[in-house]
């Protein structure tokens, strides 16, 4: 599977778009960009995937450039329950979902 | 409602102690996996079972052992061969269509070494 680069936190003020990114350049043709989220002390929780089109659901929103080294994540309008760490994962999406490699993320804060 | 449920939530152990820690889920998936998660970092795969009956290492077993005698639960043991136990686990499932496998995961246990 493909590794991932994420910054390691950011700030949001709350009802502002809350934009993550991650970095992916080794990605394979055919590997998903998969997008979790931890909030503290609880199991991660799926928020969205995508394979090269734009994706979206009521969670958020999932961006991926044209050459799919990189993406982005978007949450249209942040609030405080959206505090948490962000993993993203790159892996081909038939194969065991337990080999995906969940690194440090990006702890995003949002702020009042 | 359907989903993960590990047990208990918190456990302490006491040194040169096995313990058991509990999941179960209603999903009907097939995959179960169990992750070990330290202070400010990702997850790490344990163990992970795609069918009952059988179970393969990931990348931090020594120290660990489970079973899957039934589709539902995938109990993970932490033997006394583990020298620091002391983490956040995690349990998780999934089900896998010709598009995605997404990972349902559990509430967690933290266990504490006294």
């Known amino acids: 599977d493909a590794k991932t680069t994420q910054p390691p936190s950011m700030d949001c003020a709350e009802g502002r778009a809350a934009n993550l990114p991650c970095n992916h350049s080794t990605i394979s043709g055919n590997e998903y960009v998969y997008w979790y989220r931890q909030i503290h002390s609880q199991g991660p929780q799926y928020i969205i995937h995508?394979?090269?089109n734009n994706e979206t659901n009521e969670m958020a929103s999932l961006i991926i450039t044209e050459d799919r080294k990189s993406s982005t994540l978007i949450l249209p309008h942040a609030t405080l329950r959206d505090t948490a760490v962000y993993y993203c994962i790159v892996r081909v999406a038939t194969t065991n979902a337990g080999k995906s490699t969940f690194g440090d993320g990006t702890t995003l804060t949002v702020k009042p | 409602d359907g989903g993960i449920t590990q047990s208990p939530k918190y456990l302490f152990r006491k040194e040169g102690q096995n313990v058991t820690l509990s999941c179960e889920q209603n999903l009907n998936h097939d995959a179960m996996y169990w992750y070990r998660q330290d202070p400010g970092q990702g997850l790490r795969l344990i163990y992970y079972s795609q069918i009952v009956n059988d179970f393969q290492k990931g990348d931090i077993a020594e120290g660990y052992s489970v079973s899957r005698e039934k589709k539902e639960s995938f109990p993970l043991t932490v033997t006394s061969a583990q020298k620091n136990p002391t983490a956040f686990y995690l349990c998780?499932?999934?089900?896998?269509?010709?598009?995605?496998?997404?990972?349902?995961f559990g509430p967690g246990t933290r266990l504490l070494v006294l």
């Open positions: 995508g394979l090269k």
């Open positions: 998780a499932s999934s089900i896998t269509s010709t598009t995605k496998e997404t990972q349902y």
